[in-house]
């Protein structure tokens, strides 16, 4: 089994940053990537952000791009999606997800386990 945990999530000011963290428990894999994507009410899950294995590859939703950065610590296990300058247009339920193998991807269907989602909440 695996687990995914994201952590981090709240209520903040527009304009606020908030750090999102996403462990990674259970089976072991040799080479995965990683994506956040987030959910508003009533809209479908869109895409945030994904990151290589090594970390040194990332992409990211126009919408978020040069406000918010993807990492990761393999030795942790953990991702993290570092949030600046917030808008209420942020506000959703992230999730952190993984995907098998080297190949990141922008699409929801291509990633093997999914968190619980945690929210975030910015108000104006």
């Known amino acids: 089994q695996v687990q995914l945990v994201e952590s981090g999530g709240g209520l903040v000011q527009r304009g606020d940053s908030l750090r999102l963290s996403c462990v990674v428990s259970g089976r072991t894999f040799s080479t995965y990537t990683m994506g956040w994507f987030r959910q508003a009410p009533g809209t479908e899950r869109e895409f945030v952000a994904t990151i290589s294995w090594s970390g040194g590859s990332t992409n990211y939703a126009d919408s978020v791009k040069g406000r918010f950065t993807i990492s990761r610590d393999n030795a942790k296990n953990t991702v993290y999606l570092q949030m600046s300058s917030l808008k209420p247009e942020d506000t959703a339920v992230y999730y952190c997800?993984?995907?098998?193998?080297?190949?990141?991807?922008?699409?929801?269907?291509?990633?093997?386990?999914w968190g619980q989602g945690t929210q975030v909440t910015v108000s104006s």
């Open positions: 997800a993984l995907r098998l193998g080297a190949r990141r991807s922008w699409r929801d269907d291509e990633y093997d386990y």
